[in-house]
């Protein structure tokens, strides 16, 4: 019986050799580094410029009649809620005497107090706030049927063989490239006649319909990019055409729908021509309402800034709440994930 020799490990072959491994190194060349450099910082400067005028308002929005009309103007100074007080109170001139009644009332309310700084006494509540809700609720509502109806025809465009779909989407597309004011003035003989002037529901059918042609492209680019592919292997499984809609096609344009949503309610929210020319009181919108702020004896800015800042607010929490989805919304979905 002969002795098996076992054969050498490699550890007993030899010292065991260090094991290198492969580190990736990215080199950057200094001068693309500097190009990026100076190219965030140009963005940084451009950005900071374009904020001035926002800076400006809600400095102005927060000062008294005397520190907005200083000469030079004042970046440091006491706020003051007088704006804020002004915009949403209906108030009344006092004299010297009734001041000084006023002054001597133990239980006025901190509002009456800031009244009472610039002369004048609360009457009650302003028309901004409702009106600041009647924005609220015609953007909000006829964004709402914009998306949803848009969604729907979308993906009709997207998914059906739809006779002339060509020429329906350009007339889709064409309600968008008159300017309101063009067709503002027939659409007041219109409403006027049909009982619609001046009502939430006018004003709503009427956003919903120019922000629908936009909604329907928008979306439809989007949808376009879903593979044909999820929905029929939905459909072999089972599914309805409708249940493959909710849970196959909603969800993979969720970023699409977002960023329309923004952008209709953008148009809608800032719009002016038809809010002004087609409701007068019962459903006046924000919009027209800040530029009638002039108060008694000059403009009050500090009031102005203050309805311009209530009224920016809203749209920028929305904007920044869907902010992650607003490129590709830029870029007409041609950026993919």
């Known amino acids: ?41 140009l963005a940084i400067i451009l950005s900071l410029i374009s904020l001035i005028p926002v800076f400006w308002i809600v400095l102005t929005a927060f000062k008294t009649p005397t520190d907005v009309t200083a000469i030079p103007p004042k970046l440091i100074f ?25 002054s001597q009332q133990p239980d006025l309310s901190w509002v009456d107090q ?45 998914r059906f063989n739809i006779p002339a779909k060509g020429d329906l989407l350009f007339f889709i597309l064409s309600t968008r490239m008159l300017p309101p ?84 309610l953008i148009f809608a929210w800032n719009e002016y021509a038809f809010a002004l020319m087609l409701t007068t009181q019962n459903a006046r919108t924000a919009p027209p309402s800040i530029p009638s702020i002039l108060g008694s004896g000059g403009i009050e800015w500090n009031t102005i800034a203050a309805g311009a800042l209530l009224f920016l607010i809203p749209v920028v929490i929305v904007t920044f709440a869907l902010r992650q989805h607003l490129l590709r919304g830029v870029t007409f979905g041609a950026v993919r994930k």
């Not at 002969?2 to 580190?23: C, D, K, N, Y």
């Not at 006491?78 to 006023?102: H, I, K, N």
């Open 1 to 41: 019986m002969t002795a098996t020799t076992p054969r050498p490990t490699f550890e007993q072959s030899g010292p065991r050799l260090p094991v290198v491994e492969s580190i990736r190194v990215d080199r950057v060349h200094p001068r693309a580094r500097i190009a990026g450099s100076v190219r965030a910082t």
């Open 78 to 102: 006491e706020p003051s809620l007088t704006g804020f007080v002004s915009l949403l109170s209906d108030m009344r001139l006092l004299s010297q005497a009734e001041q000084e009644e006023r």
């Open 114 to 158: 800031i009244a009472l700084q610039i002369g004048r006494a609360i009457n009650g509540p302003s028309q901004y706030a409702r009106q600041l809700g009647n924005s609220v609720i015609i953007a909000g509502t006829s964004t709402l049927l914009s998306v949803v109806l848009g969604l729907l025809s979308a993906y009709a465009f997207s």
């Open 181 to 264: 004011v063009v067709v503002t003035i027939p659409i007041f003989l219109m409403y006027r006649s049909i009982g619609l002037h001046d009502t939430h529901f006018g004003l709503i059918m009427l956003y919903t319909v120019f922000n629908l042609s936009f909604s329907v492209w928008l979306l439809k680019g989007f949808i376009d990019e879903i593979p044909r592919e999820y929905e029929e292997a939905a459909l072999v499984d089972g599914y309805t055409r409708l249940q493959t809609f909710f849970r196959i096609v909603i969800p993979q344009a969720r970023t699409g729908i977002a960023a329309t949503t923004v952008f209709c």
